[in-house]
């Protein structure tokens, strides 16, 4: 294996999540990424019950490799909007549907960040999850060539479906 493609199989995207009940949501963003062929690392971290540990995880995130983050929380979900504060890497905010209010309580809490800190907010629950994923493939594919072009092939074979075409 070259050191290119040593690179490439360690993980880019950080997925996470405010709890273990989140996963079943955010399982979805890490099998679009897995789909692709790119290696993501996976964490439970939250706001406002692991405050410390999610701002360790957050500020060694760029050192560990990672180039994106996603990241997942319902009710008042603040995830997002902590990590955003502690690395400089982009941040894709998922809004999960956990709480009563149905996550559009966690899509304001995601989206709306002061200016400076962003936080790209993606649809509520197994749709923004996908989207984040592929968001943060195509923030990859700006240097990645090879991952460009899965990119492509994968829109036009959607293109086809969609149009009834099989080839
Ligand atoms: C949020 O509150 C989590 O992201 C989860 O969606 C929800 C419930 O969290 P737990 O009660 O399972 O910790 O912080």
Not at 1 to 16: D, F
Not at 73 to 85: K, S, Y
Not at 110 to 115: A, K, L
């Amino acid at each position: 294996m070259t050191v290119q493609e040593r690179r490439k199989a360690a993980p880019r995207v950080g997925v996470v999540m405010g709890s273990e009940s989140d996963r079943p949501a955010m399982e979805d963003a890490v099998r679009v990424l897995a789909e692709f062929g790119v290696a993501c690392e996976v964490a439970v971290r939250s706001a406002h019950r692991t405050p410390d540990a999610t701002a360790l995880w957050a500020r060694g995130a760029r050192a560990r490799g990672l180039k994106v983050i996603i990241a997942g929380a319902g009710g008042a979900a603040h995830l997002a909007g902590a990590v955003a504060a502690h690395s400089r890497l982009p941040v894709l905010g998922v809004p999960l549907a956990t709480s009563p209010l149905g996550g559009f309580d966690a899509l304001l809490a995601t989206v709306q960040m002061p200016p400076g800190v962003p936080v790209g907010t993606l649809g509520v629950g197994a749709w923004g999850a996908k989207n984040a994923a592929h968001l943060a493939l195509r923030i990859l594919a700006l240097e990645d060539a090879a991952l460009a072009r899965r990119l492509e092939q994968h829109a036009r074979a959607r293109a086809r479906v969609a149009s009834g075409r099989r080839s």
